[in-house]
């Protein structure tokens, strides 16, 4: 099995937390590798709804690019994905402090991945459980940055 380069996840963790959508939410992409990822958020007033618990959009924001980054590292470098699907438990609610949430590959295929990933709060109560399916898109590059090599040389 390939490994990935730490410099690769180094230059996708700075591309990342900088995009527009992860900024809006304080989402962090704090680790990735193959088959698992992990992502946080500091929440803050604006992750509540109008009952003074966080929003349910936001788990599902972070479920699914959970689910994403522990697909990712297994995807070909020129390929990118997006979801088809996604599904979610809601099984606690939140209303500071931070969301962690651990992303594991379930199954990734030719054309379409599984992934899973669990939401708790830092104390590791879980707070959300998800899955979502995804599908490779050949062609589709990260935008941004040139990108040290995706994977390391095999010896």
């Given amino acids: 099995m390939p490994k990935i380069n730490p410099e690769y996840v180094k230059a996708i963790r700075a591309n990342v ?27 803050e007033g604006k992750h509540l709804q109008p009952f003074g618990v966080v929003h349910g959009g ?23 994905m997006t979801s088809v699907d996604l599904k979610l438990n809601y099984l606690a609610p939140a ?3 931070k969301l962690i949430a651990k992303g594991r590959k379930i199954k990734l295929g030719k054309t379409l991945g599984l992934g899973e990933a669990e939401v708790t709060d830092q ?12 599908i490779i898109m050949p062609d ?3 935008i941004g940055d040139e990108l040290p090599q995706k994977f390391l040389e095999e010896s």
């Fill in 17 to 43: 937390n900088q995009c527009p959508y992860f900024s809006l939410l304080s989402m962090k992409l704090l680790d990735f590798d193959i088959g698992r990822s992990l992502l946080e958020i500091s929440l």
């Fill in 58 to 80: 936001v788990f599902s924001s972070i479920i699914d690019a959970a689910a994403f980054w522990a697909l990712f590292g297994e995807v070909d470098e020129s390929s990118g």
């Fill in 95 to 97: 209303r500071n402090g």
């Fill in 123 to 134: 104390e590791g109560r879980v707070l959300a459980h998800g899955t979502s399916t995804l």
């Fill in 140 to 142: 589709l590059p990260l």
